[in-house]
């Protein structure tokens, strides 16, 4: 039987389907009767979720000196 | 919000200020993609002949993958190109190493758990992200997370290359990889849910 601690360092490996067949057995006994180790594995899915989707702002000065770049590569 | 495709036909027709809104879109993660493997020194060099490159070579972009994973692709060729000109290697000697999990104390001994995970508020991506104060503590936090951690976690969630592609790039094993993305989605969790729990970043 996994422990809780197990299920939290197994955690990416659920989320991202790299179990083999006998731990994902494993996992899916655990799951299946443990609220707290369902609730932390759909939070870390929602982590990466919420990362994939990070808009990540560029500053302006970055943005300006790119198009810079492109401006005199476009002249040259 | 302008849809992908649409952006890149008007990059390929060169219509006036596509540029612009592409560079918007992907500077900073390229900057925040890049800087843990070149420095920051070289970062701005690398990104600025990624463009360079990607906009004169956008006909061949054919939209099997995001336009953002295909700019990744370039971006790390010419950071590779430009750390051979400065005699350079990325140090990734330490990247390998395993620190440990970021909730330990969160556990028994038994392996139980002794801080219990509660229920969050949000259950979206999207209701997180328009919550501006949010968005950037998750900022902040990322670049707080160890070095290796960071390039990882980019390379993976927000370029959406895959595992063997990134192993491929570092030179290390996919099994190294995943365990570094662990710890730094597991860091990233924390952050999140203390601001569930207390409101703050």
């Known amino acids: 039987m996994l422990s809780c601690w197990e299920m939290s360092e197994m955690g990416s490996d659920i989320i991202d389907h790299k179990l083999s067949f006998n731990s994902r057995m494993a996992v899916m006994m655990h799951i299946g009767m443990c609220r707290h180790c369902r609730r932390y594995i759909k939070q870390l899915s929602l982590t990466s979720e919420v990362l994939k989707s990070l808009p990540l702002p560029a500053q302006p000065q970055d943005i300006a000196r790119v198009l810079a770049a492109l401006e005199k590569e476009e002249r040259n | ?201």
């Open chain 2, 1 to 201: 919000m302008i849809e992908e495709s649409a952006l890149i036909e008007d990059l390929r027709n060169q219509k006036p200020g596509a540029a612009e809104i592409a560079v918007s879109l992907h500077q900073g993660f390229l900057l925040m993609m890049v800087k843990p493997l070149v420095g920051e020194d070289l970062a701005n060099d690398v990104i600025q002949n990624t463009w360079i490159k990607a906009l004169a070579a956008i006909n061949t972009f054919e939209g099997r993958s995001q336009f953002r994973t295909w700019l990744t692709r370039i971006a790390l060729n010419e950071a590779k190109a430009l750390l051979r000109k400065h005699h350079r290697e990325t140090s990734l000697e330490s990247w390998g190493e395993d620190i440990g999990s970021p909730i330990a104390n969160r556990f028994k001994e038994s392996g139980a758990w002794q801080t219990l995970p509660h229920t969050w508020h949000h259950d979206t991506p999207d209701s997180f992200l328009t919550e501006a104060e949010l968005q950037e503590c998750i900022t902040k936090h990322l670049h707080r997370l160890p070095l290796a951690q960071r390039g990882v976690i980019m390379l993976r969630e927000l370029g959406g290359l895959g595992f063997a592609e990134i192993a491929d790039e570092l030179a290390m094993s996919e099994g190294n990889i995943r365990v570094l993305l662990h710890r730094a989605r597991q860091t990233m969790h924390s952050m999140l849910n203390h601001f569930e729990e207390e409101g703050t970043c």
